[in-house]
């Protein structure tokens, strides 16, 4: 087996291409964010993490576990994994971190991606030793069964084994909610195919909120 280095667990920052500085202007206020923030659960990822607080589950369910939402729209593992090595740790120490990325990592593999979660995992463990870690499945993605698809469904398998090694991790996969009898995804959940609804993000919610306050030990109200 090759040892040679995983293109996913490699770490950079988005190319600015449009040339507006959108993605570093957002991290450096996520950096800022930390100075002053202290959240028990902090949430790291893609346009996925970053939607949700745009939703009523948020204000609803996370926002009052003080929770913290560092999402950017369109990241791949290496650029989560870019902005946790430069300041996006900084000064927090959550209870809970809920880590969702990997949909994006188009150009890798599955074996990558799973690797690219890893090392996100991995880093944040080496900083916040005393953190529990949610990793949520990949979702499934497009109308109906389709490669990239089967490619998240194989990422999930091996998070799945990944995570079973490791005690303060948690997997939480929820894929199989979204896909209906005839294989298909329903645009009530997926208004895109692949971003979630109000009501997907209902779906996924409350198994992830349960499974929060299971960590945090506290007793809903």
Same mark, same amino acid.
């Given at each position: 087996?090759?040892?040679?280095?995983?293109?996913?667990?490699?770490?950079?920052?988005?190319?600015?291409?449009?040339?507006?500085?959108?993605?570093?202007?957002?991290?450096?206020? #996520?950096?800022?964010?930390?100075?002053?923030?202290?959240?028990?659960?902090? #949430?790291?990822? +893609?346009?996925?993490?970053?939607?949700?607080?745009?939703?009523?589950?948020?204000?609803?369910?996370?926002?009052?576990?003080?929770?913290?939402? #560092?999402?950017?729209?369109?990241?791949?593992?290496?650029?989560?994994?870019?902005?946790?090595?430069?300041?996006?740790?900084?000064?927090?120490?959550?209870?809970?971190?809920?880590?969702?990325?990997?949909?994006?990592?188009?150009?890798?593999?599955?074996?990558?991606?799973?690797?690219?979660?890893?090392?996100?995992?991995?880093?944040?463990?080496?900083?916040?030793?005393?953190?529990?870690?949610?990793?949520?499945?990949?979702?499934?993605?497009?109308?109906?069964?389709?490669?990239?698809?089967?490619?998240?469904?194989?990422?999930?398998?091996?998070?799945?084994?990944?995570?079973?090694?490791?005690?303060?991790?948690?997997?939480? +996969?929820?894929?199989?909610?979204?896909?209906?009898?005839?294989?298909?995804?329903?645009?009530? +959940?997926?208004?895109?195919?692949?971003?979630?609804?109000?009501?997907?993000?209902?779906?996924?919610?409350?198994?992830?909120?349960?499974?929060?306050?299971?960590?945090? +030990?506290?007793?809903?109200?």
């Amino acid at each position: 087996m090759s040892v040679g280095l995983n293109p996913a667990a490699v770490s950079s920052p988005v190319e600015d291409v449009q040339g507006d500085v959108r993605w570093m202007s957002q991290h450096e206020h #996520f950096v800022l964010d930390c100075k002053d923030a202290e959240p028990d659960v902090w #949430f790291i990822g +893609d346009s996925m993490i970053q939607l949700m607080q745009q939703h009523e589950v948020w204000k609803n369910l996370f926002s009052p576990l003080h929770a913290l939402n #560092f999402g950017l729209a369109g990241d791949t593992t290496c650029n989560v994994l870019w902005r946790i090595q430069n300041g996006e740790l900084q000064n927090i120490q959550p209870k809970v971190v809920v880590i969702w990325v990997g949909t994006n990592n188009h150009q890798h593999t599955a074996e990558q991606v799973a690797g690219g979660v890893m090392a996100i995992t991995e880093f944040i463990m080496s900083q916040l030793p005393h953190a529990k870690i949610i990793i949520l499945g990949l979702l499934p993605r497009g109308e109906y069964p389709n490669p990239l698809r089967e490619k998240n469904a194989e990422v999930n398998v091996l998070l799945r084994a990944h995570v079973s090694q490791l005690s303060p991790v948690h997997f939480l +996969d929820l894929s199989s909610e979204f896909i209906q009898s005839d294989g298909s995804i329903s645009k009530q +959940d997926m208004f895109d195919f692949l971003h979630l609804t109000a009501a997907g993000y209902e779906t996924l919610a409350k198994p992830l909120y349960d499974l929060l306050l299971e960590i945090l +030990d506290e007793k809903p109200c």
